[in-house]
């Protein structure tokens, strides 16, 4: 059974540092993209990172672009994602999620909150 476990998210004050992790279990983890995704309260889930499974290929939303850092460390089965000048608009419930196709994800963790306040 597959699980991504994401943890490392709290109450932060604005311009202020995060480091969230997701541990993965119950697959290969080094075959599969990782990604972030983030859902604010009333908003739609959307995109903030992804990463390949060799780690050469990243890619970010413009959003977060230049602020966040995503890597993976394929021996731990973990992906990080470390957000730094935190806005308040960056507040929202942060996802992980593994995929091997081109188009969607194939498993989503249960989220961690985030929360910087002005």
């Known amino acids: 059974q597959v699980q991504l476990l994401e943890s490392g998210g709290g109450l932060v004050q604005a311009g202020g540092s995060l480091r969230l992790s997701c541990a993965a279990s119950?697959?290969?983890?080094?075959?599969?993209?990782m990604a972030w995704f983030r859902q604010a309260p009333g908003n739609e889930r959307e995109f903030v990172s992804r990463i390949r499974s060799g780690s050469a290929y990243t890619y970010y939303a413009d959003s977060v672009k230049g602020r966040f850092t995503i890597s993976r460390d394929n021996a731990k089965n973990t992906v990080y994602l470390q957000m730094n000048n935190l806005k308040p608009e960056d507040t929202a419930d942060y996802y992980c999620?593994?995929?091997?196709?081109?188009?969607?994800?194939?498993?989503w963790g249960k989220g961690t909150l985030v929360t910087v306040s002005s």
């Open positions: 999620a593994a995929t091997r196709r081109s188009n969607g994800m194939d498993y």
């Open positions: 119950g697959l290969t983890f080094s075959y599969y993209t």
